[in-house]
């Protein structure tokens, strides 16, 4: 692109600054799994990722102000604002699983949210909760106490930041359920404009940052099945792969369902035929 200089590679992201102002997040279909990227690509996985972040930013609009200014025509690049990241990650959780199930097997609570006895994995909470972790350079992110996470973005910004984590995944959800998707969790990035107010950034509740679950198959006391790359990560553990890079290629068989999954969460959350946004791409922004 030589009107873009670029800047930055993230696991599935490659950032390019198009001027002073605006940057340009491509998604490509590379997949990770143990912080390690597969030899082995998805087909339009970050087509998947763009058009569901742009449907997210449009629905969630009225809560927050987010960082997208247009999807290109390759329907996996998006234009977006320059912002001040913030140093932590939002996660919201309103089901016990992954990193909080076991801090609550070890604790009882987690990121300083004391829960009630006897939870099993996978129960819906009594009301979602606001748990922040650390931005690892290398490595997992760590769960981290709203003390912590208080000294790295003040109290009265974290306050704020809570309130309105909580209202885009409570609204979300209630979208998602709808259409038969359960949100068990997911991650925000949020950052700050010129002017200092808060602005979502990066991507919003797509199969890569968050737990989608099939509603109609929610069996609380296991794990469940789900619409992210979880079909990846078993395949990977059942190959006795170390974790460490490189990981092992996917078969063809993996490699497809895992596509069809990503496409049918699309599907389902915005009722809009895949084809359809390849063709159109600026379909999903109403």
Known sequence: MPE????????????????????????????STYDVILPTEIPDKGRVLTGLSGFWFTLLHAIVPNHMLAIRDDARSMECQQLEMLPIECVVRGYLAGSGWKDYQATGATSGHTLPEGLREADKLPEPIFTPATKAQTGHDENISLEQAAELVSGERLAEIERICIALYTTAASHALTR?????????????????????????????????WPAD????????????????????????WDKTSPGPELPDDVVAHTR?????????????PFERYLETPSVVLG
């Open 260 to 272: 069809s999954k990503y496409v049918e969460a699309f599907e389902r959350l915005t009722t809009i």
């Open 4 to 31: 873009a200089t670029h800047v930055a590679s993230g696991k599935v992201r490659e950032i390019y600054a198009l001027d002073d102002d605006r940057l340009l997040l491509v998604a490509s279909d590379r997949i």
């Open 217 to 240: 198959a929610y069996e609380p006391g296991r794990a469940q099945g789900s619409f992210d790359k979880q079909f990846v990560r078993d395949y990977c553990v059942e190959t006795g």
């Open 180 to 212: 038969g998707i359960i949100i068990a969790d997911t991650k925000f990035e949020l950052g700050l404009d010129t002017g200092g107010a808060i602005v979502l950034g990066d991507e919003a509740l797509t199969p890569d940052s968050s737990r989608f």
